[in-house]
């Protein structure tokens, strides 16, 4: 299996504009969960879906970010519009059981 | 509610010395446990989790942790550092299993020669 797949890797944009940010789960797994990795706050859970369905968005930090589930196999987190606060590594993440699979991040810099 | 404590951002062994990382949770109910590694600009890979059974549990290269109920702990360690050894860890714990993991903030580990 690929592991779970994340684009684009890095992405600089300027502020005001619209960041997609891709990921493909491992096949078969019924979860998964976007998190935002910066120095200052850590890991941090956005969202997270089972089976497409968004259960628990409690961590998105604002109306400009949104993230969907379209089918078992992409999701999408959107942030528009970007500010330079939302600079930051965002990992996507999938399970079936008791353990989490990570991609390997979308580092993304907003200037 | 579930939280994950660690004790010490970072931590410095020689190479060869005994690692030792601590973490703490407190769950209301029986906790599963992980412990993940991120190595630089990669992201987070299992290294070990508890779920039932033995409550001393074996890892990926070498690494083992110990679930202690009583002290609510589940320390990592490793009798002898390697250099490849070094990232940043984390310790985890979720009830239900798969999903609404809460992670610890990291330990980051230094090796040194």
């Known amino acids: 299996d690929a592991g779970v797949i994340q684009s684009p890797r890095h992405e600089v944009t300027e502020m005001g504009q619209e960041v997609t940010l891709r990921c493909k789960p491992i096949?078969?797994?019924?979860?998964l969960f976007w998190y935002r990795q910066t120095m200052m706050r850590g890991l941090e859970l956005l969202i997270y879906f089972n089976n497409n369905v968004p259960i628990d968005d409690s961590g998105m930090p604002e109306d400009r970010f949104s993230a969907k589930m379209p089918n078992a196999s992409f999701s999408t987190l959107k942030i528009q519009p970007s500010e330079p606060r939302d600079s930051a590594v965002y990992f996507c993440?999938?399970?079936?059981?008791?353990?989490?699979?990570f991609g390997p991040g979308t580092r993304l810099t907003v200037l | 509610a579930q939280s994950v404590t660690q004790l010490g951002s970072h931590v410095s062994v020689s190479e060869g010395a005994l690692v030792l990382l601590r973490c703490n949770y407190s769950?209301?109910?029986?906790?599963?446990l992980f412990w993940y590694v991120q190595y630089p600009n990669q992201g987070l890979q299992l290294l070990l989790k508890y779920t039932t059974g033995a409550t001393l549990v074996k890892g990926i290269n070498g690494f083992e942790a110990e679930f202690k109920k009583s002290e609510t702990s589940f320390h990592l360690t490793k009798p002898s550092a390697h250099m490849s050894d070094a990232a940043e860890y984390f310790c985890?714990?979720?009830?239900?299993?798969?999903?609404?993991?809460?992670f610890g903030a990291g330990t980051r580990l230094f090796v040194k020669a």
């Open positions: 993440a999938s399970s079936s059981k008791d353990t989490q699979y």
């Open positions: 769950s209301s109910v029986p906790p599963y």
């Open positions: 096949s078969g797994h019924d979860y």
């Open positions: 985890a714990v979720s009830y239900t299993g798969g999903f609404k993991t809460i």
